[in-house]
């Protein structure tokens, strides 16, 4: 399948590790102009390097707790060299803990790290996407979305209100060849399943080890994905071929989520 993605531009958030550094890959592999956003330099550059050569690669240094900064960068950066085809908002999940502990900074850190920026990030590139009349907003959230996970409160509660940002959004702008979809990952060989393992291994007074296999045993699949995965969805959500998908969920999981 001709993906049809050559020359296309990206932005992709929290590109230096997991499942936003696979998609940036994936999507250089098929010939888009990926411009990497997170917010340390250094790994900024090492993931530059590891992308395919031939494309217009570049890097933007962006704190996510600072929505205005953040919107500043990218549109200063649309000003200087090009607009977006494809957005991919994705940043690292909120800390776990009960919901009845959370206090009301760990929810207005995660609305902000999580819906003000995907929202200014959605505003910054969409004029672009509209004068094309072709435009991909892809969300990495989670299967909370369908779904509440025990122990992941803030998280479970921001991430459904992006989800119903998403469908908003999408309902508004799919009238200018621009589409909005939500990717929702299950258990993903990151940093950050590794650090949920580590809380519920020592919750259960159990190992690393032996937690992971009980978790595994969750998914019909019997083991975790990989980042590339979940970024081979992505890139297709993000390619003519996907042109008629719109607002939709799509967990990528394995079978774990029960719900249709």
């Known amino acids: 399948m001709n993906l049809n993605l050559n020359n296309k531009n990206a932005l992709v ?11 940036a890959i994936a999507l250089a592999d098929e010939g888009v102009n990926v411009t990497l956003v997170a917010r340390n330099r250094e790994k900024l550059k090492e993931v530059l390097s590891e992308l395919s050569e031939g494309g217009k690669h570049s890097y933007i240094v962006a704190d996510f707790s600072n929505p205005r900064d953040l919107q500043e960068q990218v549109i200063k950066f649309v000003d200087q060299f090009h607009g977006f085809h494809i957005l991919v908002n994705n940043s690292g999940g909120p800390r776990s803990g009960e919901i009845l502990t959370a206090s009301l900074v760990e929810f207005e850190n995660a609305f902000t790290q999580h819906l003000k920026c995907s929202h200014v990030l959605a505003q910054s590139t969409i004029p672009f996407m509209k004068d094309e009349g072709f435009g991909r907003i892809i969300n990495i959230i ?6 509440p996970i025990p122990g992941l409160g803030v998280s479970n ?8 940002w998403s469908k908003t959004l999408a ?8 589409t909005v979809n939500n990717v929702l990952p299950g258990f993903t060989e990151t940093e950050r399943l590794n650090e949920i393992i580590n809380i519920k291994a020592d919750k259960e007074g159990t190992s690393f080890e032996e937690m992971a296999e009980i978790m595994k045993g969750y998914s019909p699949s019997k083991r975790f994905a990989k980042p590339e995965e979940t970024a081979k969805v992505i890139t297709f959500l993000a390619s003519e071929a996907a042109s008629y998908i719109n607002g939709i969920n799509v967990p990528v999981d394995g079978g774990r989520t029960k719900s249709l």
């Open 171 to 178: 309902t508004e702008v799919g009238q200018f060849g621009i």
């Open 157 to 164: 509660t921001i991430r459904g209100a992006v989800g119903n």
């Open 142 to 147: 989670s299967t909370s979305v369908k779904e």
């Open 13 to 23: 958030c929290g590109s230096t590790a997991g499942i936003g550094k696979a998609t």
